[in-house]
């Protein structure tokens, strides 16, 4: 059993991968940047999340590659 459907307009999608990928970006740079271990730890935690939401909002949005591949 599915839950309610919500629709999102095309444009907000394209906004939060946008969004998404800037964010990744500034994580990168955390990481690359951090001076303890826990702060590097934090950084590739947030990165990695914020692929698995970029790929599944793509998925979502044209319709490609399954996110759980």
Do not use: C, H
Request: hydrophobic residues 40%; glycine residues 6%; proline residues 4%.
């Amino acid at each position: 059993m599915s839950g309610p459907q919500v629709i999102i307009p095309a444009g907000e999608v394209v906004r939060m991968i946008d969004e998404s990928l800037a964010l990744k970006e500034r994580w990168y740079i955390n990481m690359r940047e951090a001076s303890t271990r826990s702060e590097r730890a934090e950084a590739i935690r947030n990165y990695n999340a914020l692929r698995g939401v970029i790929k599944a909002l793509r998925w979502a949005f044209y319709k490609g590659e399954s996110p759980l591949n």
